[in-house]
Every structure is written in C-alpha cells, then in structure tokens.
C-alpha cells in the first residue's frame, strides 16, 4: 500500500473493490429480488405464509451472526490472519447458495429452502467482517471514504449486472438455456439464478485473495501470529475486555455503534422484504420484481459512488445523516402510495441513498477502529448491525401474522430507522487526516 496521504496503488484498490462485485450478486438476487420472491409466492403456502417463515429465517441468521461476527474477529485480529477467514466463509456461501437451486416449488421444500438461505446468509454476512478489516490495507487514512464508496458503487454494480443477466438470460428467456424446465412444477429457470450467483461469486472474488494485503502498514509488527488455540484464547479475552471498557474508553464510539444498530436493522430488514412486498402488496411478477431490481441498483449505484466523494468532504457522520433522511422520507412516502407508479417513482429515489448509509458507516470505523483491533473492531461493527437482526424481521414477521397485512408490516421498519437517525446527531466524527 502506499504511503500514508498518497493515492493507494491500483491492483488491491481493484481486488477489494472488485470482491464487492462478486458478493453483491447473493444479497440482491437472493436474498432481496429473486429467490426470496419466489419462496413466498411458489414455495410456501401462502403469500403471508412465507413472509412469516422468511422472517423467522433472517432472524435465526441474524442472532447466529450477531454471536459469531465479533467472536471471530477478535480471534483473527490475534491470528493476524483474516483472508483465510474470508475464503472459508466465502465457500460456505457459494456453496448453500448453489445448493438453492434444489429447492422447488412445494412446501415440502419449504424447510430445505429456509435452512439453506440461514447458512448462506450468515457466511455471506460474517465473511464482511474480514473483508471490512482489509479496508486499510489497501487505501491511506484520506481515500478511506473514496475507496470505501467506489466498492459499494461497484457491489451496487455488480448486483445489477448479476440482475440482469438473472432477467434475461435465464427468467425472461424463451426457451430457457441448457434444457431448463420453467413450468410451473419446477420453475427451475427460477431456481437456476441461485446456480447464477455461485458461478458468479467465485469467478470474481479470487483476485482478492491474490493481489490484497492481510494486514494494512500501520499495524504493530512486533506481535508475532499466534497458533489457532492461543489466538481463539487471546482473541476472546481481548474481546471481553473490549465490550467492558467500550462505555467508559469510547463512548462516542460506543454511540455510534448502537446508532448504526438500529438504522442498519431497519436497512437489512428493507433489503431482506423489499421483492417480497412488491409481489406481494403491489402484485409483481418475476420479470417486474428483476426489473425494479436492476433500476433500484442504478439508482443505488450512482448514490454510492457520487457520495464517496461527500463523505471525503464533509465526514462520515454528516453523509450518512443525509442517507437516514432521505431513506426515511421516501420510505414514508412508499408506505402511503396505492399505485405502482408512484411504487417506481419513490422506491428509486429511495434507492439513491442506500450507499449514503452503507458506505460511510464503513469509513467512520475504520477511521475509529484502532489499528491492532481492525477485525475485532469491525466485528462489533458487524455486531451492531446484527445484533438485533433477528427483531427487524421478527417484529415484521409478527405484524404481518397479526394483521395480514405486508403494508402494515413494512411500516414497522420506521421504529428503527428514526431512533438510529436521532442517536446519530449524538456522534462526533474524526477527519480524515485524524
């Protein structure tokens, strides 16, 4: 990496930056637009049915990475060691994500569906946590904003493009490739976009792997790696004293954290029902879901990347401060239209603010983390935006049972997004040059 102020060198910018191509294509074809569609309107019984079951699934996966993501991360920081980790939990995703393509459209596969998307989901989720930590391994303290939001606008990207090849080349084709059969008992041009985004994970994360550095020029040198049963030890004493120190060493930091759990929450739960709720409430199809999904990435796409230049400039707080406001407005607007036009139109320019929220809630940690502690740091990261994982989707999935209502459950996201908007104006930023 290059020197502390000058621009970061090319090769691992493009590696850690092409890595959020390659996972991007998982959360947006299936966890958001194609296959969670598909398991609540062909696989379980009902509509309302499998949005209760999604729900109770993505708050198992939640709890499961709100326990694992901080634990882990404290133990490789003692390992020194945290691309391994992310190879191994980037297999696991691939490798469940493929597996969905046996799913079919029967609620005796309804069980095989959920237990596949938890492991998926939570090796896609933990896995971040090493590839957050890698973030100042390869760009100087002043890029951070810039090479954390050119990710995201390039994983924004890359979900579009796993979207659009997902639309055409496999659920709108006529005939489907490779003698795929799309009738209603097997759908498996469907199913065949799970196989989509293995193929597609694996081809592009490798450079990562390759061409990025395990450990950024500022980290103390003098700490040799420890073997695993020493490291998994250390790792989980150094994290205990973390979390009992945290109120009193940091509280600013320890704001931030809570803050960013609960918008985070609010977010993932938006991800994780927004194809469900347009099939749903506004009466989707397959082709229509993919289409608002690729539009919705461009919109994404474009947010994020014109905004990592804000974030260089005006700070991280402020940035995702813009974002919560501009997601709350919209979402507010989404919950109150009947037509799905004004469905387009709002959920568009909501779309334009994801990567505000995202990407500088990356930076501002990374600015704050402590360079020995970037894993275990980034870990509690991960812990605020999981920890209560599995209640977004829980209380979603509850007032939907209770009201047979999807509109009414999409509403609950707001009790998460507003307090995280008000605890943020209580955080301090650090500059860039801090």
């Not at 003692?78 to 493929?98: D, H, N, Y």
């Not at 980034?378 to 939907?400: D, M, N, Y």
């Not at 930023?429 to 801090?434: L, Q, S």
Request: aromatic share 12%.
């Amino acid at each position: 990496m290059a020197a502390p102020g000058a621009a970061p060198r090319f090769a691992p910018v493009a590696a850690w930056c092409l890595y959020d191509w390659a996972n991007s294509a998982f959360p947006t074809v299936i966890a958001t637009f194609v296959f969670s569609a598909y398991f609540t309107t062909a696989v379980a019984e009902t509509p309302e049915q499998g949005t209760t079951l999604w729900a109770w699934a993505t708050a198992l996966s939640g709890l499961l990475i709100a326990v694992l993501s901080p634990t882990l991360g404290a133990i490789a920081d003692r390992g020194r060691r945290r691309k391994p980790w992310l190879a191994a939990f980037s297999l696991l995703t691939i490798v469940a994500a493929g597996l969905l393509y046996l799913v079919e459209p029967d609620p005796a596969f309804a069980l095989l569906g959920l237990a596949l998307v938890v492991i998926a989901n939570t090796g896609f989720e933990v896995g971040i946590v090493f590839y957050n930590a890698l973030l100042p391994a390869v760009a100087p303290r002043p890029w951070l904003g810039r090479v954390s939001g050119w990710a995201w606008g390039l994983g924004y990207a890359g979900g579009l493009a796993g979207l659009v090849l997902a639309l055409f080349g496999l659920v709108q084709a006529d005939p489907p490739p490779f003698g795929l059969d799309p009738g209603d008992d097997a759908l498996e041009h469907i199913r065949a976009t799970c196989l989509l985004v293995a193929v597609w994970y694996a081809a592009f994360a490798w450079p990562l792997f390759v061409w990025v550095p395990d450990r950024a020029p500022d980290e103390p040198r003098t700490v040799a790696a420890l073997s695993a049963p020493a490291a998994v030890r250390q790792g989980l004493a150094t994290l205990w004293t973390t979390l009992k120190a945290l109120p009193r060493r940091d509280p600013n930091l320890l704001r931030f954290l809570i803050a960013r759990m609960l918008y985070t929450d609010g977010l993932n739960t938006l991800f994780a029902f927004g194809g469900i709720y347009a099939a749903g409430t506004f009466g989707m199809g397959f082709d229509e879901i993919v289409m608002f999904g690729i539009a919705m990435n461009v919109a994404a796409g474009l947010g994020a990347a014109g905004f990592a230049w804000v974030d260089d400039w005006i700070g991280s707080r402020a940035t995702v401060l813009l974002g919560l406001v501009g997601l709350t407005g919209f979402g507010i607007g989404i919950l109150l239209v009947e037509d799905v036009t004004w469905f387009w139109v709002l959920g568009l320019a909501m779309s334009v603010f994801f990567g505000p929220v995202q990407a500088p809630s990356r930076t501002l940690m990374a600015r704050l983390a402590a360079p020995e502690l970037r894993a275990e740091m980034f870990g509690l990261f991960a812990l605020s935006g999981r920890i209560t994982a599995f209640l977004g989707p829980l209380v979603l999935g509850w007032v939907v049972a209770l009201t047979d209502s999807q509109r009414l459950g999409m509403a609950s996201i707001l009790l998460f997004l507003v307090p995280g908007l008000l605890l943020m104006l209580t955080v301090r930023d650090r500059p860039a040059a801090d």
